[in-house]
């Protein structure tokens, strides 16, 4: 994805984007310099998607945008303009969790639940990426999103946990 931006206007001036988020199109002005994670935040009540962190470290940020995940603290909402994003949100349908919230709740692997968000986001880009990871390419699929509370065990049981019942999902449909 390209992400250069060249903006012809002031840094007071808004600019006008328009953005898909879980299905549906939005169109917003935004400052140049507001970041694409209060863009969520703020501008469209997405309190999902968590800022942990001012160095980009920590992926409580995590969404998918245009099929990737990306921190949304280290992207500009302009950037986002004629993007596609997915956040937790947009997981569940019609009430029911998708399989990676179930595997998360069964397997325990939220606390304080602030990093899972980003955790839960991240896990569906790792597993659309590599539907049969090994621990090792869990772990380092995951290395972008920190956790205070679990010990990151149950996290991990939870993503082999899900790519098990994604599995069993595809193979009846
Ligand atoms: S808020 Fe910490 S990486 Fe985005
Ligand atoms: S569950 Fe608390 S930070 Fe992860």
Redesign the pocket.
Not at 109 to 116: E, S
Not at 146 to 150: D, F, N, P, S, Y
């Given at each position: 994805m390209d992400m250069a931006v060249t903006l012809k206007v002031g840094p007071e001036e808004k600019v006008r984007i328009r953005v898909k988020v879980n299905g549906v199109w939005y169109e917003r002005e935004v400052e140049p310099r507001k970041l694409l994670v209060h863009f969520l935040r703020e501008d469209l009540g997405l309190t999902s998607v968590h800022v942990?962190c001012d160095t980009g470290h920590c992926g409580?940020c995590t969404v998918i945008m245009n099929g990737v995940s990306v921190k949304s603290c280290q992207v500009l909402a302009v950037q986002a303009d004629g993007a596609e994003i997915l956040t937790l949100e947009g997981l569940a349908k019609d009430g029911k969790l998708h399989p990676i919230q179930e595997a998360y709740w069964e397997k325990h692997?939220?606390?304080?639940?602030?990093?899972?968000p980003g955790?839960i986001m991240e896990t569906y880009w790792l597993l659309g990426e590599n539907p049969n990871p090994t621990e090792e390419e869990i772990r380092r699929g995951l290395s972008g999103n920190?956790?205070?509370?679990?010990g990151y065990q149950n996290?991990i049981e939870a993503v082999k946990l899900a790519a098990q019942k994604l599995k069993e999902l595809k193979a009846t449909q």
């Open positions: 942990g409580a692997a939220l606390q304080c639940g602030y990093c899972t955790f920190l956790c205070r509370c679990t996290i």
